[in-house]
T-cell receptor, first 110, second 115 residues
Framework: QQPVQSPQAVILREGEDAVINCSSS?????VHWYRQKHGEAPVFLMI?????EQKGHDKISASFNEKKQQSSLYLTASQLSYSGTYFC???????????FGTGTRLTVIP | EAGVAQSPRYKIIEKRQSVAFWCNPI?????LYWYQQILGQGPKLLIQ????????DSQLPKDRFSAERLKGVDSTLKIQPAKLEDSAVYLC?????????????FGSGTRLTVV
């Protein structure tokens, strides 16, 4: 039931782009994306609902393919502040309780 | 707005002892969650409340874990007796409730070490 994220880790130079993928074996009502910095709580980035919508948040956007039960997070022109571990959370019941993936550690270097 | 408050921030106990964590959600957030995050892993749902009712506790080890949200506001999570594998960060989160899903606001967590 836990979604699978890929890649597990990625290192970028400032200004480069990255894509993080999240795949579920179950039908989904929504997908959440969070960023967690070391020793801190996860911070909500965005939520995607059924309907295949795409959302944006500054230079971070995401898509949700309901039929494939997949979501992708796109980070463009990465900044040092983007460093952290990114988690997708999937809602399989509509009750807004989430199964979180194992995370993708993103490191942005100057 | 004030965030999700949790206490204590850190706790070290011996195995077989008991421990309790407290959480106060964002005002107006009817839904409250407790998650367990083991080092290097994603958070795992323990229990979800809507107001003072339980929505989902299917992953809560009920032989040792208990949680309550008596007045539909703050909540406590208790472990009794603790095991070594309970060492983790316990995160409380809250969200609005409605016809659509809303994102979570997490508290800073309680880091539990069982020795």
């Amino acid at each position: 039931q836990q979604p699978v994220q890929s890649p597990q880790a990625v290192i970028l130079r400032e200004g480069e782009d990255a894509v993080i993928n999240c795949s579920s074996s179950k039908a989904l009502y929504s997908v959440h994306w969070y960023r967690q910095k070391h020793g801190e709580a996860p911070v909500f980035l965005m939520i995607l609902l059924k309907g295949g919508e795409q959302k944006g948040h500054d230079k971070i956007s995401a898509s949700f393919n309901e039929k494939k039960q997949q979501s992708s997070l796109y980070l463009t022109a990465s900044q040092l502040s983007y460093s952290g571990t990114y988690f997708c959370g999937t809602d399989q019941t509509g009750a807004n309780n989430l199964f979180f993936g194992t995370g993708t550690r993103l490191t942005v270097i100057p | 707005e004030a965030g999700v408050a949790q206490s204590p921030r850190y706790k070290i106990i011996e195995k077989r002892q008991s421990v309790a964590f407290w959480c106060n959600p964002i005002s107006g957030h009817a839904t409250l969650y407790w998650y367990q995050q083991i080092l290097g892993q994603g958070p795992k749902l323990l229990i979800q409340f809507q107001n003072n009712g339980v929505v989902d506790d299917s992953q809560l080890p009920k032989d040792r874990f208990s949680a309550e949200r008596l007045k539909g506001v703050d909540s406590t999570l208790k472990i009794q007796p603790a095991k070594l594998e309970d060492s983790a960060v316990y995160l409380c989160a809250s969200s609005l409730t409605g016809e659509v899903n809303y994102g979570y606001t997490f508290g800073s967590g309680t880091r539990l070490t069982v020795v």
